[in-house]
């Protein structure tokens, strides 16, 4: 039976049992203290991007715990918080120049959330308090995200009656090499909702390009476009929600990249820090941050986690962006996207109602969520460790994964379906 003192996520104790204990891990390899060893096909929840155990960055960190762990940011600053602004400055899209951060992505987007409604609150706009966001949305689990989420696939809807209502739009249809008048329904979606409720609007959150732990949803960056000027036309602040698209996950450094925009306000954590350790970033554009800016002190932001900025985590942060650039991780990534497409793209089978490929993620969805039974299990079997949800059995793996490495996820996520 299992111990229930440690509580799991997501699932059922009484049927839960957890059989594995990880060790250690190495590259994309977790190591079990029973001595196996599995390919991460998910890099812990899409953040291990360098993979486990990169010495640059374990370095990182025993170099900044010597010196300092933690301090408050609260009327305090320190090297690796304004070296970590200043980086993200220079790598986000152009004009996100101010950074506020948090301890996790669902944090971070309580704070891009938060920021939007009092942005307009600063203005004297006070009906624009609501927000907007899309169907198959996941933005996190806390009571601000779960309100944006998918209200009805989205894990949540047990906890409606704590909720404030949002408005959300179709998810986006046309995929990402769709052309402009594939998308042209899309946007008239868009267009539609903003017409009836842009009064009460503060921001329109989107997951850029792919919408991820809703369904793998991949669409066209021409939407985003559209979704621009809309915002414009409506004064909607564009708030885009790169927590798992950030750092590589699409082929571009952020998913912003693809489309040639910038958004209001830009969410990143996972990749930050390489998984490492938990830390978010909200990077909003001038434009937000003057509407802060004032002699009234009643107009400040008014949110302050006790972990923002802190010193391991800025450090961590710095460290992975370096190895990033220094390593060509975009080169890596681009040839992971080959690696992906020729493997999975042309996969067919009477179980398996689409393939889908951008960037580093590659997704299996099937008709049928009972057709990944036991698909767990037969993927340990096969040396792999894979976790699929509902009708998606999908990888992100870390960009350090070899193309043999990710041929062996690829081929074990096929084979489940050509041998069983
Ligand atoms: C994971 C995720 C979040 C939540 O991040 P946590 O660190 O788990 O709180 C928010 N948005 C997106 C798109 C995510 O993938």
């Known amino acids: ?30 190591q079990f203290t029973n001595g196996m060893r599995l390919l991460d096909a998910t890099c ?8 486990y155990r990169h010495p640059d960055i374990t370095q990182a960190i025993h170099e900044q715990a010597d ?57 004297g706009r006070t009906e624009k308090a609501k927000l907007a966001s899309l169907i198959k949305a996941y933005h996190g689990d806390t009571t601000g995200c779960m309100s ?24 986006p249809e046309a995929g990402f090499d769709a052309i402009a008048e594939e998308v042209t329904q899309d946007i008239a979606n868009l267009r539609a909702l903003f017409e009836q409720h842009h009064q ?42 790169e927590v798992a698209t950030g750092f590589g996950r699409t082929g571009k450094l952020f998913a912003a990249d693809h489309a040639g925009i910038t958004p209001d306000i830009m969410v990143l954590s996972k990749g930050l820090t390489g998984g490492y350790i938990g830390h978010a970033a909200t990077v909003a554009n ?12 009643g107009k400040a932001f008014m949110h302050g ?33 080959q690696v992906l497409q020729q493997e999975l793209l042309s996969f067919k089978h009477p179980e398996v109602k689409d393939t889908r490929v951008l960037g580093a993620t590659a997704v299996i969805e099937v008709h049928d969520a009972a057709s990944l039974k036991d698909v767990q299990d037969f993927a340990i079997s096969q040396g792999v460790w894979l976790r699929p949800f509902g009708r998606f059995l999908y990888t992100m ?10 041929k062996q996820i690829t081929s074990t996520m096929k084979s489940w379906f050509t041998e069983k």
Not at 44 to 51: D, F
Not at 77 to 83: G, I, L, Q, T, Y
Not at 200 to 217: C, D, K, M, R, S
């Open 1 to 30: 039976m299992q111990d229930t003192r440690l509580w799991f996520p997501y699932a059922q104790m009484k049927h839960l049992e957890v059989n594995y204990e990880v060790d250690t891990g190495e590259g994309p390899y977790i």
């Open 44 to 51: 812990s929840w899409w953040c291990m991007i360098h993979g």
């Open 67 to 123: 010196k300092l762990a933690h301090v408050m940011l609260g009327g305090l600053k320190n090297r690796p918080a304004v070296e970590l602004a200043n980086k993200l400055v220079e790598i986000t899209p152009e004009g996100l120049n101010h950074v506020f951060f948090s301890d996790s992505g669902s944090v971070g987007m309580e704070v891009a959330m938060k920021m939007a409604v009092q942005y307009w609150q600063n203005q």
């Open 148 to 171: 944006v989420c998918d209200p009805e696939e989205g894990m949540h809807s047990l906890f409606s009656g704590l909720l404030p209502t949002q408005h959300f739009a179709p998810a």
């Open 200 to 241: 009460e609007i503060a921001g329109f959150i989107v997951e850029p390009l792919l919408q991820a732990a809703g369904g793998l949803n991949m669409y066209s960056p021409i939407y985003l476009q559209e979704a621009r000027k809309l915002c414009d036309e409506f004064e909607i602040l564009f708030i885009f929600d």
């Open 286 to 297: 001038d434009r937000v941050f003057d509407g802060f800016w004032d002699d009234d002190a």
């Open 305 to 337: 986690p006790t972990f923002m900025g802190n010193p391991l985590a800025c450090a961590v942060a710095l460290k992975s962006i370096e190895v990033f650039e220094r390593d060509d991780y975009l080169g890596k990534i681009a040839q992971l996207n």
């Open 397 to 406: 793996p870390p960009y350090i994964i070899t193309e043999d490495e990710l």
